[in-house]
């Protein structure tokens, strides 16, 4: 299916995830509230996604479409840098913060950093997925979430 908008989610969760070669299924991505959404590959490229977004949460989201994006961006200066900076806070500087929690951090510090930044996920979130985002198994969370932080 190919993404053909932005969401923003007032309130509610999101997660992005992908089904492995083996039918297991891999979280990939959070959208907590007030942040956007959507499958930046797909929605740029208008080819088909490889992820999938679920509502975890009974929420509110509020949607616009593409075509709707490109038209306000050549009718209004404005709305140009708008469009600019919310892709670069909600995409760009995410995303790297993904790669360098992936890239440098141990499993550990993953885990006391994903509560760092979103405390609400133990409760909000499902071990399962919280073990998935992270790339470890429920059992290494398991033992971690056991764990004081050393950092």
């Not at 405390?119 to 033992?143: C, D, H, K």
């Amino acid at each position: 299916m190919i993404c053909h908008n932005i969401w923003f989610v007032q309130s509610g969760l999101t997660r992005h995830f992908y089904v492995d070669d083996r039918g297991k299924e891999r979280n990939t991505w959070f959208t907590v509230e007030n942040n956007f959404t959507t499958d930046i590959p797909s929605l740029l490229n208008q080819q088909p996604a490889r992820e999938n977004i679920q509502l975890l949460e009974d929420s509110i989201i509020y949607a616009i479409a593409y075509s709707d994006v490109q038209k306000l961006q050549q009718k209004h200066h404005a709305f140009c840098i708008w469009y600019i900076k919310m892709l670069e806070n909600n995409y760009f500087h995410q995303i790297e913060q993904r790669i360098d929690e992936l890239q440098f951090m141990n499993a550990t510090e993953r885990y006391f950093n994903l509560l760092k930044k979103e405390p609400s996920f133990s409760q909000r979130v499902s071990l399962g997925n919280i073990a998935s985002y992270l790339n470890i198994s429920q059992e290494t969370l398991s033992r971690i979430r056991n764990e004081k932080p050393s950092f």
